[in-house]
Nanobody
Framework: QVQLVESGGGLVQPGGSLRLSCAAS????????MGWYRQPPGKERELVAS???????AYADSVKGRFSISRDNAKNTVLLQMNSLRPEDTAVYYC??????????????????WGQGTQVTVSS
């Protein structure tokens, strides 16, 4: 069973910082891309940042220069450092990972997994 477990959300004042963490566990053979999405109230889910196994990053225009994504490959963990937070960053943040897993039957399959989501609220 593969799981993505997120932590680090909460309430912060505008201009503040938070760091989100997501740890992948289970029968993981390799991890391709890991990333973060968010879903603001009443809106669709959108990409925030992603990081490939080769080190290529992508960021939403709205977070460039404020957010930074990184990975700890030894721990199968992806981090999102969020600085200079704004009220419009308020959303549920979801971890996403493109994994190759061992099914235990001699087969490997590639699939995309999601975390359960963590709430980030930016408000004074």
């Amino acid at each position: 069973q593969v799981q993505l477990v997120e932590s680090g959300g909460g309430l912060v004042q505008p201009g503040g910082s938070l760091r989100l963490s997501c740890a992948a566990s289970g029968s993981i053979v390799s991890i391709n891309t890991m990333g973060w999405y968010r879903q603001p109230p009443g809106k669709e889910r959108e990409l925030v940042a992603s990081l490939t196994s080769g080190g290529n990053t992508a960021y939403a225009d709205s977070v460039k220069g404020r957010f930074s994504i990184s990975r700890d490959n030894a721990k199968n963990t992806v981090l999102l450092q969020m600085n200079s937070l704004r009220p419009e960053d308020t959303a549920v943040y979801y971890c996403n990972a493109d994994l190759l897993i061992n099914t235990g039957t001699g087969r490997f399959i590639a699939s995309v997994y999601w975390g359960q989501g963590t709430q980030v609220t930016v408000s004074s």
